[in-house]
């Protein structure tokens, strides 16, 4: 038992076998993308919003929010959606219906079937001529 060798030489246990890499499944994402702009939050038209509504990266709106907007990211206004309140986004492009004032600080764009009933401040603006626009334009000067 003890003193005794049975083999002078010792081999290493063979190599693990090297595994297959496998491609990443479809809910994945490389941790490059993670946290980016490719972020999309997204509110279904059945989704209605009592009160404020903030957010970072990018959010498409189907729904009905009755309350203040406040992000630092992209809105995107769908064909169905109605919001009743304050808009303070980076940039907005809207399909749908806004009921109040709109301050972006890179971009408004109203696209055709779109209503806004409010003033826009934006150091760009885009207007579709199939769109409705009662307010007041402020075209400002670009703070990004």
């Known amino acids: 038992m003890f003193g005794s060798r049975k083999n002078d030489t010792l081999t290493p246990p063979p190599a693990p076998a090297a595994s297959p890499e496998l491609p990443p499944t479809k809910t994945e994402r490389p941790a490059s993308m993670l946290g980016t702009?490719?972020?999309?939050?997204?509110?279904?038209?059945?989704?209605?919003?009592?009160?404020?509504?903030?957010?970072?990266?990018?959010?498409?709106?189907?729904?009905?929010?009755?309350g203040k907007i406040n992000?630092?990211?992209?809105?995107?206004?769908?064909?169905?959606a109605r919001i009743r309140g304050e808009v303070r986004v980076k940039s907005v492009?809207?399909?749908g219906t806004i009921e109040g004032n709109v301050f972006a600080s890179e971009r408004c764009v109203l696209e055709s079937g779109a209503t806004l009933r409010g003033d826009i401040?934006?150091?760009?603006?885009?207007?579709?001529?199939?769109?409705s626009f009662l307010g007041r334009a402020k075209i400002t000067a670009n703070r990004g």
């Open 37 to 66: 702009s490719t972020t999309r939050g997204f509110l279904s038209s059945e989704v209605s919003i009592e009160g404020d509504l903030s957010f970072r990266n990018e959010l498409q709106i189907d729904g009905k929010v009755n």
């Open 71 to 80: 992000a630092t990211g992209i809105l995107i206004v769908g064909k169905g």
């Open 93 to 95: 492009t809207v399909h």
């Open 121 to 131: 401040e934006s150091p760009r603006m885009a207007l579709d001529e199939n769109a």
